[in-house]
């Protein structure tokens, strides 16, 4: 079972130096279990075909180990969630992608394996024209798909235009960093960060403390690429990140899609570009992006009236008000606010979810309706 390898070990799996994430999972699964790779002596590990003296060499030094526990003190300490490669709830659209992190930290109030996710990103150097159209795209896409996550790297341009017009229609969205959660870059947008933190989150799989390095720029566009339903291109060069996205997104099969632009337009080059050798769907609108993705726009459900108080239990009410306020929460989460045990809620919640009143949704969240 997953939930019985230390935290410490996780962590240190995915800092083994010159050992990627491939390599990385291709040691556990030569040896059995997390723990096993810590414990094999230098001389087996330069046995095993692909490893070799250099290597072997780095796996069996241990001094990384310090660091991972450092690590592990500190997200627990900030309440940071971290996602195993081995975890059940991992994200299932990264489980997919051979090169996605064995270990990831997320602080924030979503679930990064929500239902529909979507990355956008573009260039640093957005037009105002880049801007509307995002912001109208992700408008019209909220009015259909409330429960949409929106990806993006938190960077100049399209990125953080993407995420404010998320926030604004109150979407989650979740920022992948190029660093660790200690830092925000660019620091301009730590008002933007903080307000995700309360409808969506950040994500990175480098340690708190790492600094946004011009590596791991490239490195982090492989999970805003992976772990979503598809990435769609708004004005990019012929050159840069979003490029490099998209061409991540395409390695892994998933729907590419860009917004085309005047063909004199150089941050429009690299849309067209992609557009026209068919690697990425035209979109032009949000209906371009549900036509793409098959996705049909949710119907719109009348509120629950105050009425439907008078036909609920007491401890109906108390769960039905406490998820009201509280917007989604686990069963545990639950139990604790109400002082309930677990054998008298579970079954309560499933008579409300046949009732209406609540949803279930992925990570184990019950929301009100």
């Known amino acids: 079972m997953s939930e019985d390898i230390p935290l410490k070990h996780k962590i240190a799996l995915g800092l083994i ?30 046995n095993i075909p692909g490893i070799g003296p250099g290597l072997a060499k780095y796996i069996s030094d241990r001094s990384y180990l310090e660091a991972a526990e450092k690590e592990a003190e500190y997200v627990t300490r900030h309440n940071i969630r971290t996602y195993f490669y081995l975890d059940n709830d991992y994200p299932y659209r990264l489980r997919q992608c051979e090169d996605s992190p064995v270990v990831f930290f997320f602080r924030g109030s979503c679930d990064p394996d929500s239902a529909r996710i979507l990355s956008i990103v573009g260039t640093r150097s957005a037009t105002s024209r880049g801007k509307e159209l995002c912001e109208r795209i992700v408008g019209d896409l909220a009015a259909g798909h409330p429960d949409l996550v929106i990806v993006s790297g938190l960077a100049y341009g399209i990125d953080i235009t993407a995420h404010k017009a998320a926030l604004n229609y109150n979407l989650p969205t979740i920022g992948v960093l190029a660093n660790g959660l200690k830092t925000i870059y660019p620091s301009i947008h730590r008002p933007t960060a903080e307000a995700m933190l309360r409808n969506g989150g950040l994500l990175t799989d480098f340690l708190h403390d790492a600094l946004p390095e011009r590596n791991n720029f490239i490195k982090r566009n492989r999970i805003i690429a992976g772990i979503s339903d598809a990435t769609l291109i708004i004005e990019s060069g012929l050159k840069g990140g979003a490029l490099i996205t998209a061409d991540i997104a395409s390695s892994y099969n998933r729907d590419l899609m860009a917004v085309p632009g005047r063909p004199d337009d150089q941050w429009s080059a690299g849309c067209n570009s992609l557009i026209k050798t068919n690697k990425a769907a035209l979109v032009e609108s949000a209906d371009d992006i549900e036509y793409v993705l098959d996705w049909k726009p949710e119907k719109s459900k009348p509120p629950v009236q105050r009425t439907l108080f008078s036909d609920m239990s007491e401890p109906e009410k108390l769960v039905y008000e406490l998820l009201s306020k509280e917007n989604e929460l686990t069963i545990d989460a639950i139990c604790r606010s109400l002082d309930m045990p677990v054998h008298k809620l579970s079954p309560l919640l499933l008579q409300m979810e046949f009732r209406g009143l609540v949803k279930f949704h992925p990570g184990n969240l019950y929301r009100a309706t």
């Open 17 to 46: 130096p010159r050992i990627g994430d491939i390599s990385a999972r291709k040691l556990v699964a030569h040896f059995g279990s997390v723990e096993a790779v810590f414990r094999e002596s230098y001389r087996t590990l330069t």
